[in-house]
């Protein structure tokens, strides 16, 4: 925090001038985007697409949208024992989660074409589980004879969602005219989550491959998820 207090005085009372050019923010951009969701049970990867979208309005202000959607097919077989009995239950699932985030960006510019970004956002993440569940028991009577027989099977449709406000500095470095860098923290709060309110950091590299179109490869994690995308953009 003291980092950034001290880039902010050194922001209000330089005189230097950016090069709008070198730091594009007028741009339309889709591409592939990874949701990893973390738990305590493990690491599940759902993947889709994105797309984004930015506007500068003027020298200062920045507004962008960006959406996602991916999903995640997964099959599993469990055999259990118990006595002189063999549960085995097969578990099917599809999981889709789709996140939207509108952000609103101050520019302060720096020297040696740098410059920070604040930024406040609202967004909203969905999820939905569905799939199928059965178990079978195969055992030997007192006979020896085996038998197979269902125990239960049954449908199931999970729906989770939540708001999410956030609040993030980030720094932008172009080290040559085509070959930009971006890193940047904040916190993110979530509507409705057992931990309301988690830090966030990201990472971002960005090239030109012509005047009109950028590719770009972005992380950000946000404790209890992470996002992945690599986007092309076109730059107007």
Known sequence: MKLLALALSSALISTATFASDTVNFDYVGAGYAKFKLIDEDGDDSLNGFTVE??????????????????????????????????????????????QWNINAAYIIPFENNTLLELVGSVGRINMDNDGFIKQTVNYLDTHGEEHLYPRFQRDYDTQL???????????????????????GIGYQHFSR??????????FELAYDITKDFTISASYQNVDVYENHFVTVRYNF
């Open 193 to 202: 989550a057992q931990d309301k309110n988690e830090f966030a950091y990201q």
């Open 53 to 98: 979208a930015s506007k500068q309005l003027d020298q200062n202000w920045v507004i962008s949208a960006q959406y996602l959607d991916t999903s995640l097919d997964k099959a599993d077989t469990r055999v259990s024992e118990y006595g002189d009995k063999v549960y085995t239950t097969y578990v099917e699932s599809t999981s889709d989660i789709a």
């Open 161 to 183: 969602h939540t708001s999410t406000y956030g609040i993030e500095a980030n720094y932008h470095i172009a080290f040559l005219d085509n070959f930009r860098a971006t890193a």
